[in-house]
């Protein structure tokens, strides 16, 4: 397939990997319908194990069937599907090299109340590498107490996964006792969030778009000196892809709750705007019926390729 | 030996998996009375480990002895036969290769009471293949504190069992401070508990039969707002099966302690109206003179295989 | 060796086992004084880590010297003989091939007080090989908070043993914050304790002679229903057998303190009389001069092979 | 390249390394504007980690891009750069060979308060051979409850390291619970801290500058026996040079947070006079214009090069 | 070298070992001015890591230098020099082959203060060996809530040093919270610390000289009705060694801090007499000049020859 230029000034960031991690990577960056733009639209569907089947999948009852999602992704033309090893297992098979995969390494249930989550461990690279995916997923929750185990699952998988050419990506979601409620969307925090995973060697980072809220005080002197504007949300996605190694590493935004579609693409523009990489949408499409989820879906990605 | 249609169906399912796994799985759904037709009953017999010797074997001695427990599932006509290590071991030399077996991997005791309840990995995937066994168990208790721990030694088990051909049977009991006493057996924790088992990457699934309380808000908002049917059984049945990748996966029931007889046969109607794949009957049947035993699982096969 | 035919049978009992570890039992049951009664004398000695060097070795002082224990059993004609790492390396050289030996591959101390205890592991499966030894020794303590621990050390220890060849020995002591002092030897725990070392893969037990008190609520009604005999002390044997798969599995049984010698022969009646496959005899033995105790040893031999 | 008399006597107090090992030294002493004089000036740039992207970078944004340091070390003369993972492998592609590197093996940051901080492992041995680094980097935190775990990775580290002819740097940073605020700078600990990273195997060790504070009262009795002089600043820094090894380890120092020029300039004639190695400069460079940064850089190199 | 009768009947305890082990242990009975006597007088320096720099080295500047320490062994004619890695690395190369080195392979800080001390493990037997040691030292805190990890670790070091042909040498001192202050140093608790490490399979033992307290009272029994004498020294030495496998194990005695030199050879003298083996001298010979401390050792050393 023929690079475009800006795909190969992408690929140019990741220059230190081996040619399979570039591959890998290239893989997302040239499927679907903004395959060549630089952007991306992810479908994740992990929502099953972190919330439960019935949150998840009884407003549209296909969902429960893990071959929907691969269809869904394909239909809509996205760059990739992320789901755990069930999922992923359970139509690998017989989607075999259709749309390029992201098995999420570790996932996190609702069924005991925590103040520090910690995820488990669920998946493993070897696992990715039988199934067919071009990368692997991993979450980390900075700001919880039990963080620095979640960097060192993270640093062992990210070695691995990159000696046999996958991709990493990291869903870097700030959460537990260092940080309060809002703390865990504020401008720094995120930021902050988005370099740890960076640092930590992930290819694709995935982090909630931040609200104007600073929480550290520490922080807060160092927006205030350097005048960082908090507004208007392109601004803080700016930010955001700048403490990604000044847009040197993908970093991709998700919404999270079920929005109204306009919300929704009210902040689409803001990333493009911002310069983010894209969107990774779970619920808001497939908790609809497929004909509507493909329709937003390819409103959203008419948004990133204009 | 001849494939049925519905062997074949079912199979399918897991066409991401090797061919070992395959006729692994494949073994159960062909042996014993129910062969071809899709449905399992399964002896299981961990109870001298899970609640002591006396407690499970008095009620009928013969039961002290392992070789009696391979002679009733094959009189009987069961699918396959589970137990722990030294139980296997103790009949797995005489009786190789007549019936298809499970391993179970981990056990608890009740020699200390624990809210939080951890069982130990007590037999390898290396024992399961010296021993010829078809299948390795494995209990997870989600609720439970240590449910990470439980996930993660599950997923290297699964992996390794895979990558040697064997199927994998996870046993998915809710338990532990995040529940109350009435939630272990709430449907909305049973789904879900089911869904992750799922997830994780078994092959066949057993739970206990659900009961028509919902035990998270979060979830009841989920549950009312689908209007999703609480009763009869069969219908808590089928919401199971749904969310065991709407029926992709097999999934069977326990009934647990011993119970009438029509009392468990109803449920047994239950499981198959609802689209279950079957039951795992051990106390009921172990705890009887074996010819009462034989009558009731044929009585059980009859409901399957009518 | 002509093989006794109950020696073929006990050892039938064994047939999933490969040819390394079924020789490695008969050569317990085919040495010393009561070779080919199928029943078993053995001589442990690992009170000096157990409870230190004066305690143990102060009332009898040659007993200091870590040969004097080998020529103990040997001349007393033992079975076998079993002590930690340092006691056989210190004699296993010398008296290479003499005696069958065990090595306790974990060990505990009293230098500080604990509720619930957890010994260390103190040797390995690769030291028993390279020092000649038959069988490998491992405690459990059921009821202690950090039995899931012992079990999984265990089950590891047990897997590498039997690949190599080697017997295991479980000396399976219910212990810790799961019981009150009466409970370590009520009748039902010890019968439960003896159940767990045969499902983990046991080959030869050894617990306590039981007491007729019965410690949990639940196994009371169980032992009630079910009238079994709490007296006198040989029916609680023949139960505890039974708990050992029905008499499928051997297991012998300590006195522990220094007792009286008829109160001692009196119980190893009882243990012929209950079924027993033996005893293990050491303050008894090692605490009073060479000539006294080869003497009461032979007498404990009589009784066995009468 | 020809070696100096001061190098050739340096690299001789590392005689029982490997020549991979001696090597990889000798290319920090003899790389840049100190080449050859046995000085070190190296730019470090760990705080988008350890403190944030806003904190660390706002000042200057260029410094958000990490190509930008490699630049800064390059044109400024450093002997080597060190960074945590992200940042190597962000330019370790395009700078190949232009610079000897140090990859920081472990990370901190700042989004949980911790009385007794853990750094997580972040990246390995084969990440620092995989991108040419010449040299790992690994902090522990002496006085910290978890100490003992950070050597132990180090341990394990530093084994793996000079097997494959990696030079090992190590940041000792007292810290922790077991320690005042002020103690954390005291000279006895300063030293005490000097003195352990020496002894765990360490060939450049890197220390804050100590202050006169004494904060263990033993040790104080020794420095009160001993008449170790206190003041001025020199002769605080030859007691630490003393304390590894009596000059035969490598030891530089650093300022920390942002100073004014001449207050730098003077610790640094300190550091000269009291036998110091040289410096590490990160925030009092790479935190102002590159012009700025790298006339400060070559004022500090023609002080140890004076 | 021909082996004097002493050495001989020593090395004859250790008759399980390979040749490899008994060769190591033969170098520091055949090595400095106590060679062929079956004596030995060992060296350690480990107090810059235990203690601090200063309060090690300052009252002996030229101690700070760890070449002073090999050439300080050398000329008094020690058996042996034992340090942690790096003292051992500054100074091996250039002293290869002089003197049998025994590289202590953990040890503790004093920068926090800890009920239950437990030391790091800071060097490897792959380190000892590339560095052309002898054996590998390690330190066991019998008493503390963390001694079963120590033993743990030194069962898994001893094992691989055995398979590699290096002696083991084991620092075993009682402490931590099972232990009154006074205890540390008890008849009763030196014995059981020595009979511990015996069992873990030591070849030499380093204890303190032990006072006439006992600590424990089940112990006190024991030791009243055997009569055992507790005046004088000699006799508790005798005790102790009789306590090592009546003393088919070398077991050597410390003294601990800066004594009186009369004091020390009153205590030189008592261990000869009561049978031990030696002594192991380090503050009261690194701690003063060079002159006058070898003067000491060899007076050590006469007593010994005499």
């Known amino acids: 397939m023929m690079m475009s230029q800006r795909v190969r000034e992408i690929l140019s ?3 230190s990997e081996n040619p399979g991690v570039r591959s890998s990577i290239a893989r997302f960056l040239n499927h679907g319908r903004l395959a060549g733009t630089g952007r991306l639209v992810i479908l994740p569907v992990d929502q099953g194990f972190e919330h439960g089947p019935a949150r998840s999948f009884a407003p549209n009852p296909p969902a ?7 269809g869904l ?37 609702l069924l005991l109340d925590e103040h520090d989550p910690m995820p488990a461990v669920t998946a493993s ?15 980390i929750y900075p700001g919880s107490a039990y963080r620095q185990e979640m960097y060192e699952q993270l640093r062992e998988i990210a ?3 990159k000696a046999h050419g996958l991709a990493v990506v990291v869903w870097s ?23 740890i995973a960076a640092q930590l060697g992930a290819h694709i980072i995935k982090v909630k778009l931040p609200s104007s809220h600073i929480e550290q005080s520490e922080a807060k002197k160092a927006y205030d000196a350097a005048h960082i504007p908090l507004e208007p949300l392109a601004e803080r996605v700016r930010h955001v892809v700048q403490s990604c190694f000044d847009g040197r590493r993908i970093v991709i935004f998700s919404g999270g709750a079920r929005e109204e579609d306009e919300t929704l693409l009210e902040e689409v523009r803001a990333i493009r705007a911002g310069g983010g990489f894209g969107s990774i949408i779970g619920r808001n499409s497939f908790q609809r019926p497929k004909p509507e989820a493909i329709a937003l879906l390819r409103r959203i990605m008419e948004v990133y390729s204009s």
Chains 1, 2, 3, 4, 5 share one sequence.
């Open 64 to 70: 429960y069937n893990p071959l929907y999602h691969f």
């Open 125 to 139: 690279v070897r696992d990715a590498l039988r199934l067919g995916c071009s990368a692997v997923g991993f979450t």
């Open 173 to 195: 979601y700030p959460r537990g006792s260092g940080l309060s409620k809002n703390g865990e969307t504020a401008l720094d925090v995120v930021a902050y969030a988005a370099q």
């Open 13 to 15: 960031y990741y220059d």
């Open 159 to 161: 070695e691995e996964a």
């Open 73 to 109: 992704a394909l239909e809509a033309g996205c760059n990739g599907y992320a789901a755990p090893l069930g999922f992923i297992e359970a139509g690998a098979g017989e989607h075999a090299g259709e749309i390029p995969l992201i098995l999420k390494l570790n996932n996190h249930d």
